[in-house]
């Protein structure tokens, strides 16, 4: 054979070897702080990354498990992952099976779509992770089986063999005791959480779009985060925040979440927080507090919700100011509760409620007069919603006129000392054009 000839077998035949090359080995093969790009077509997984690697994946590129255990599994710092479809995972909960399954630090997870799994992605015990706009949408239905299904367990009693239920799927991202992580950018729906936060400090989530999945972040015994300008709807609740302190929760719109017990925000047992310039509107029940101390809740919009405030028991120092309350069927709900503990107004500035009796003298945009937002039927609402009925009837409307001029009996209500009106903001927007103006001047 021409040696020419010979030499050019053996580069083609080195060069077929690395092509037929599966992706783990691939990964293996690499160096730390090398790029792999994955071309276009299917590669099979699971694939465990356990070096500082970045992989890329071209146009129509795609991983896909074998339907046991996790697709990918980052076990090493500073690993990045981008541009891939990812998809096949186990189904077991109990061993947190995910498409993206990282315990190492830094990882950045980036412009991916990733389906047809448990868990989206799940972070476990690491800092510094990014999450940055993929698009994550959980895996709803099961491959028919001909072998017999205990109804309940995974399944719909509809349908036995293909629908998975709600509370048996897994989370869109599954944190659990990590510390820093940006999740920015994502659109989440069909899991079972959009974002779950279970001891989990000092992170931010912003920008994401979550939408119909059971709570679009549920949230417990996780300090020091910051929510900013994102939207959960059309879930069963938008978010629940639970058994945390000094959060900021601001410019996020908790819209239309249905159902007879939908909320739009929860926040149970949470302390030394800030909620502002939240949008909460056309939900069962808007903002739920309980057993919540010394918060600030400023400059949100509650409305068209069935409730609009329900305030429950043992929440004390919270403070509320500028707040819009309006075309809430039921304003608020006290259940009874003595809310005396925590203020409506803070340094003369209450909050906007409809209906309230205008009385400004001296044209401030606060009224002189304080507003009483009675509750009559309380928790009698919850097992009985035929008295939605009443809402507007003319007895209520002669009750509340009667306790804007005093306090009833017995009643349970709600103070504003310095009740808003719909001057304040425009008021407000000349001041500070003019003070602009002034010390452009000077």
């Known amino acids: 054979m021409n040696a020419r000839i010979f030499c050019l077998a053996i580069v083609l035949g080195i060069t077929n070897h690395a092509n037929s090359a599966t992706l783990q080995e691939r990964i293996d093969a690499a160096a730390p702080g090398d790029t792999i790009r994955i071309e276009a077509g299917v590669h099979a997984g699971p694939i465990v990354i356990n070096k500082p690697l970045t992989i890329v994946g071209e146009r129509g590129a795609e991983i896909r498990g074998a339907g ?12 990045a992952l981008s541009g891939l479809r990812i998809a096949g995972s186990g189904l077991q909960l109990s061993d947190d099976d995910a498409a993206v399954f990282v315990t190492g630090n830094r990882a950045k997870i980036d412009n991916n779509v990733i389906a047809d799994s448990l868990h989206g992605i799940y972070l476990k015990k690491i800092s510094g992770a990014q999450i940055l706009n993929n698009r994550i949408q959980g895996k709803t239905t099961l491959t028919a ?18 629908t998975l239920v709600a509370n048996r799927r897994g989370n869109g991202i599954h944190q659990w005791n990590c510390e820093g992580t940006l999740i920015r950018g994502n659109e989440i729906s069909d899991t079972r959480d959009g974002i779950y936060f279970s001891f989990t400090n000092n992170s931010r989530v912003e920008n994401n779009l979550v939408h119909h999945v059971r709570y679009g972040l549920h949230y417990m015994y996780s300090d020091g985060n910051v929510f900013e300008n994102n939207t ?3 879930n069963a609740a938008g978010a629940a925040i639970m058994f945390s302190k000094e959060l900021v929760v601001r410019g996020n719109r ?3 979440n249905r159902g007879h017990r939908a909320y739009g925000l929860i926040f149970q047992s949470c302390d030394r927080s800030r909620l502002e310039q939240n949008e909460i509107s056309e939900n069962a029940v808007g903002l739920s507090f309980n057993q919540c101390n010394e918060n600030r809740i400023v400059g949100n919009r509650v ?5 609009g405030l329900r305030f429950g028991s043992n929440s004390d120092g919270n403070a509320f100011t500028e707040n819009i309350f309006v075309r809430n069927l039921h304003p608020v709900e006290t259940g009874g509760s003595d809310v005396s503990g925590s203020r409506w107004a803070v340094n003369g500035v209450g909050n906007f409620w409809d209906d309230s009796f205008e009385l400004d003298l001296d044209g401030d945009g606060i009224n002189d007069l304080p507003h009483r937002e009675l509750d009559l039927f309380g928790v009698l609402r919850r097992d009985f919603p035929a008295v939605a009925f009443l809402s507007d009837s003319p007895a209520l409307k002669l009750l509340r006129f009667a306790e804007e001029r005093a306090a009833l009996p017995g009643a349970s209500y709600i103070e504003d000392p310095a009740p808003l009106n719909s001057r304040f903001w425009t008021l407000r927007a000349q001041r500070a054009a003019r003070s602009v103006i002034s010390s452009n001047t000077k």
Not at 146 to 162: A, L, M
């Open 232 to 234: 959960f709807s059309e």
């Open 68 to 79: 046991r255990g996790n697709v990918v599994t980052i076990a090493a710092d500073d690993v």
């Open 303 to 307: 409305t068209h919700n069935y409730i």
């Open 254 to 256: 908790f819209i239309n």
């Open 145 to 162: 089986s001909t072998e017999p299904v205990e109804k309940g367990i995974g399944t719909s009693t509809e349908n036995c063999d293909t």
